[in-house]
């Protein structure tokens, strides 16, 4: 299903949680809405679903508008946080629910349930409560429930908040495949950036009520349009006289402006590691390394700029204390009016003059 | 060491002391009874059953506690989803005065019956020329019983809706669900314990009620004359064989309900 949202705006009392969001979505398209807590994701999605009225602007799917379309006539399936799964009800009861609102005949509504059981691998637990079931298995009757009466949109609230991180990563791409197969238009609202970088082909990024950016998840890393986009997506340290880093002297042209650096943006290490690049690099001091199971994450201290970076496990370890040479790649800089993305004009100069 | 051994004599003497008042209080007088009841034999208890005008004040008071009781279902029912999804001035109010029943004396409560539905009221009358009568009815007998049990099945459902996720029912309405039938398929299995076992409790109640009934009842013996008034007259003529055993009727029958609350409780729990 094609979705278009205008100008959609929503208050909770004096509260704007959702304040003019345009965008468009299409069919077949796997969307992550991401963004911190109490940001405006599942208001967004609430008003898709039909749970929640809309104050102004328009949603249409298909082209047609749906504002004041009731929950029951959109033709939406809704995975919540918790499930809400229906406690006295079988897992096959469950999933037939939707199907006989819709009164399919019994012998449909049996092939169906068995079809979607086949799916979401839960073969064996038809008969069994949802009490009975564990956190990743009643996940899996909450979305085939939702499935089973054939939407033409699914949308999920933090589909995977409530598992276990291992669980959870299976459940991911399990979902991603799932939704690949379908072919089904799917919206879900996480906080978790990992998950939406992950599973999206494109992400909303969701800030105090606004979308901020939407692109795919690569766009979105190489090419934020905020320093919020920047800064919740990736690591980053923020650094404030972003002029003092050799190799980055033009940005005091711009008064105020300020830098973020990701740690994968830096690198660091002996003067002999760098060879022609190491005109453009700086003394720095290791201040402390932290192992990080598959690397190593190294704070260090240029003048009076800490930075955090990673290194790998099979260069040469490095001390605390130790005087080591720091290469800055490119920074992100940012002020009141604009944001860029700066590279380092020393390592660009096709010949270093080396003195 | 010592503090183990210090909180080891504790924990046992709380327990002690606990069982100890159960036992005094609840098991010896329950034993009483029965022990009593059957202390002529088996054949003095059954002959002072069956005496009609026991079994019929038994049957009686079986019979309009179970009316009561439906009365209760439906009305406790719904004025608990009113006190918990409508938001209305006076709501608290309400909420506070479903508890009178429980804390008014239930002489009192035959009193106001007595005085609101007499002959001479407005509503007694108006029974009269619909054809009816009332006081010293069974009508009265019900209304009594309706009145001392109404706080059982609300405040026992009360709970339950409150603690029922709003999504649930959110999650019937996108699978296309109307919101009657989500009422009936979503909604009230969610009630349907707090339901039953407080009109378990409702029920066992207005079996035994005495205080409010016998004031408004007549008790006319064959007629409107139910178990514990039954009980209270035979004693004030002296025949405790027969109150006895309509009193071990009546507890057996409330020992019953409580286990089967008891046992739906268990269930929702295994939930």
Sequence with gaps: ?355 | MSSVMHNRWWSWGFRSAVMLYFVLLIVFPICGIYGQSLSAGWSAFFDNLSEPLAWNAVLLTVKLALFATLVNVFVGTMSAWVLIRYRFPGRRLLNSLVDLPFALPTAVAGLMILLLLGPRSFVGELAERLGFTILFHEPAIVIAMVFVTFPFVIRAVQPLLEEMDASEEEAAYTLGATKAKTFWQVILPNMLPGILSGAMLAFSRALAEFGAVVLVAGNIPGKTLIASVYIFGEIESDNVGGATAVSVLLLTLSLLVLWSVNYVQMRRKGL
Excluded: C
């Excluded at chain 1, 009643?138 to 276990?164: G, N």
């Excluded at chain 1, 669980?167 to 991603?176: F, K, M, N, P, T």
């Excluded at chain 1, 300020?258 to 943006?265: F, N, S």
């Design chain 1, 1 to 355: 299903m094609h979705v278009e949202v205008r100008g959609l705006h929503k208050k909770f009392g004096s509260f704007q949680a959702v304040h003019d969001v345009n965008f468009s979505i299409d069919k077949g398209q796997l969307i992550g809405l991401l963004g911190p807590s109490g940001g405006g994701k599942t208001s967004i999605l609430r008003m898709l679903a039909g749970l929640e009225t809309v104050d102004s602007g328009d949603i249409l799917f298909h082209g047609q508008r749906v504002n004041d379309l009731p929950p029951q006539e959109r033709g939406i399936g809704f995975v919540f946080q918790n499930y809400a799964l229906f406690k006295h009800m079988t897992v096959a009861d469950n999933i037939a629910f939707g199907l006989e609102v819709k009164k399919w005949s019994k012998a449909k509504i049996k092939d169906r349930v068995a079809e979607l059981v086949e799916l979401t691998g839960l073969s064996g637990f038809e008969r069994r409560l949802p009490h009975q079931l564990s956190g990743g298995q009643r996940q899996r009757v909450a979305f085939a429930r939702a499935l089973a009466p054939e939407p033409q949109l699914l949308l999920l609230d933090e589909p995977f908040a409530a598992i276990d991180a291992k669980i959870r990563h299976e459940l991911r791409s399990w979902l991603r495949d799932m939704i690949d197969r379908l072919g089904i238009t799917s919206i879900f609202v996480t906080h978790d950036q990992d998950e939406a970088i992950e599973v999206a082909d494109e992400i909303m990024i969701i800030n105090k009520g606004r979308l901020e950016q939407k692109g795919s998840p690569w766009e979105i890393y190489k090419d934020p349009q905020s320093p919020f986009v920047a800064g919740f997506i990736g690591e980053s340290t923020i650094v404030d006289n972003v002029s003092s880093l050799r190799g980055f002297d033009t940005a005091s042209t711009w008064p105020g402006t300020k830098a973020l650096i990701r740690p994968e943006y830096i690198e660091i290490g002996q003067a002999s590691e760098f060879a022609t690049k190491l005109s453009a690099t700086e003394r720095g001091r290791v201040r402390h390394i932290h192992f990080r199971g598959s690397e190593w994450l190294v704070e260090v201290e240029v003048g009076d700029t800490k930075l955090v970076t990673y290194r790998s496990l099979e260069k040469q370890v490095l001390h605390p204390g130790e005087e080591v040479q720091v290469l800055i790649h490119r920074a992100y800089l940012f002020n009141d009016n604009d944001s860029w993305i700066m590279e380092n004009k020393l390592k660009e100069d096709p010949l270093p003059v080396h003195i």
